[in-house]
């Protein structure tokens, strides 16, 4: 049978590389053997202090990246404009318990500098479990950094089908090999990220040329001379030994010996020429937001009408309708 497939992006930031090689390029590739759903998890981004009018440009932005990087083949759409991801999330905040909420690794970190921490900082993998379930999706593709939240995804659907019957499809996650966690380039031991690394050891997809190599040729690494790929030891050149491999198509081990700046130049080549097409694409699509208009209305539409049915035997079984 055809696997399904959900994975959603927040549009807290713009889209970096982190985003593209962890989770958007294996999205890419499993349209070629599976039944895929996207979306732009905008509800998620409401989990922290946010401007409005930034977030309405930044959904349009991420959706018009993921169609420019090759998304063009799956039903798209935009979380909000689904009303069931809501309403599933709460028979799941039902399901759950305080005490694995607050547990999770990214409510911890992302709460432990805040003052006011919204509520739904804590309930949110209630809403991202809603979202796969929903779709009834067997492979959700994400990085590293997603595994706890899709392991909590499968606990909330076995114990959901243990107390009321069997509604849900128990999710598995896809890591993509190599490119599960891309790391900050200035500070190589934390993940590159919209909200988690630094403005200078991020790319973004839309980076010009220019600004990916200063980034990537101002990459930290380390007091030594030797390149080999070494997480633990040289996370900074084992880094940009990933980004080369994962944006050359080569694999890591072949890539020979050099010196730390033959690398970054090298690097820094790979990574503009894999962000050329897309940055080309987005420039097309942004031409015409009416159409990416019609696109996100069309796929709002089509995943309603999917969720119709399990939103049904969700509500039937919980004992709501
Ligand atoms: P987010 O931007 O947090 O919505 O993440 C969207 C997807 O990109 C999720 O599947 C993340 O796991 C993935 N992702 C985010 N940052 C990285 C990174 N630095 N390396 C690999 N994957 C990432
Ligand atoms: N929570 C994910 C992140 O922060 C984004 C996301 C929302 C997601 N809904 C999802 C990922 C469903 C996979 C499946 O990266």
Request: a neutral charge.
């Given at each position: 049978?055809?696997?399904?497939v959900?994975?959603?992006?927040?549009?807290?930031g713009?889209?970096?590389?982190?985003?593209?090689?962890?989770a958007?390029?294996?999205?890419?590739?499993?349209?070629?053997?599976a039944?895929?759903v996207?979306?732009?998890?905008?509800l998620h981004?409401?989990t922290v202090?946010?401007?409005p009018?930034?977030?309405r440009?930044?959904?349009?932005e991420?959706?018009?990246l993921?169609?420019?990087?090759g998304?063009?083949?799956?039903?798209?759409?935009v979380?909000?404009r689904?009303?069931?991801?809501?309403?599933?999330?709460?028979?799941l905040?039902?399901?759950?318990?305080?005490?694995?909420?607050?547990?999770?690794?990214?409510?911890?970190?992302?709460?432990?500098?805040q003052?006011?921490?919204?509520?739904?900082?804590?309930?949110y993998?209630?809403?991202?479990?809603?979202?796969?379930?929903?779709?009834?999706?067997?492979?959700?593709?994400?990085?590293?950094?997603?595994?706890?939240?899709?392991?909590?995804?499968?606990?909330?659907?076995?114990?959901?089908n243990?107390?009321?019957?069997e509604?849900?499809?128990?999710?598995?996650a896809?890591?993509?090999?190599?490119?599960?966690?891309?790391?900050?380039?200035?500070?190589?031991?934390?993940k590159?990220g919209?909200?988690d690394g630094?403005?200078?050891g991020?790319i973004?997809?839309?980076d010009?040329?220019?600004?990916?190599?200063r980034k990537?040729m101002r990459a930290?690494?380390?007091?030594?001379t030797e390149?080999?790929?070494?997480?633990?030891?040289?996370?900074?050149?084992?880094?940009?030994?990933t980004?080369?491999?994962?944006?050359?198509?080569?694999?890591?081990?072949?890539l020979?010996?050099?010196?730390?700046?033959?690398?970054k130049?090298?690097?820094?080549?790979?990574v503009?020429?894999?962000?050329?097409p897309i940055?080309?694409?987005?420039a097309?699509l942004?031409?015409?937001?009416?159409e990416l208009?019609r696109?996100?209305?069309?796929?709002a539409?089509?995943a309603?009408?999917?969720?119709v049915?399990?939103?049904?035997?969700?509500r039937?079984a919980i004992?709501?309708?």
């Amino acid at each position: 049978m055809t696997k399904r497939v959900f994975s959603g992006f927040k549009p807290t930031g713009h889209l970096t590389l982190g985003n593209l090689l962890g989770a958007i390029m294996p999205a890419v590739r499993l349209q070629d053997e599976a039944d895929c759903v996207y979306a732009v998890a905008d509800l998620h981004a409401l989990t922290v202090k946010h401007d409005p009018e930034r977030l309405r440009a930044r959904t349009r932005e991420a959706a018009t990246l993921l169609l420019a990087c090759g998304l063009d083949r799956s039903l798209l759409y935009v979380q909000s404009r689904v009303p069931a991801h809501t309403e599933l999330a709460y028979l799941l905040e039902s399901t759950a318990y305080f005490g694995e909420m607050r547990r999770m690794i990214q409510f911890k970190e992302k709460s432990a500098n805040q003052e006011e921490v919204r509520l739904s900082l804590l309930t949110y993998p209630a809403l991202m479990a809603a979202d796969i379930l929903l779709h009834r999706a067997d492979l959700v593709p994400v990085g590293d950094d997603q595994r706890q939240h899709v392991e909590l995804t499968r606990d909330l659907a076995q114990r959901f089908n243990r107390l009321y019957g069997e509604v849900f499809v128990v999710p598995e996650a896809v890591h993509p090999q190599n490119a599960a966690k891309i790391m900050d380039l200035t500070t190589p031991e934390s993940k590159m990220g919209k909200s988690d690394g630094s403005a200078a050891g991020t790319i973004y997809l839309l980076d010009p040329p220019a600004e990916v190599r200063r980034k990537v040729m101002r990459a930290v690494t380390d007091s030594g001379t030797e390149v080999r790929y070494d997480p633990e030891d040289k996370p900074g050149v084992s880094n940009l030994l990933t980004l080369l491999a994962v944006c050359s198509g080569r694999p890591i081990g072949s890539l020979g010996h050099q010196t730390y700046g033959a690398l970054k130049r090298e690097t820094a080549e790979a990574v503009v020429e894999t962000l050329r097409p897309i940055q080309e694409r987005h420039a097309e699509l942004s031409a015409d937001p009416a159409e990416l208009e019609r696109v996100l209305e069309a796929g709002a539409v089509r995943a309603s009408g999917r969720t119709v049915e399990l939103m049904d035997s969700a509500r039937r079984a919980i004992g709501v309708l």
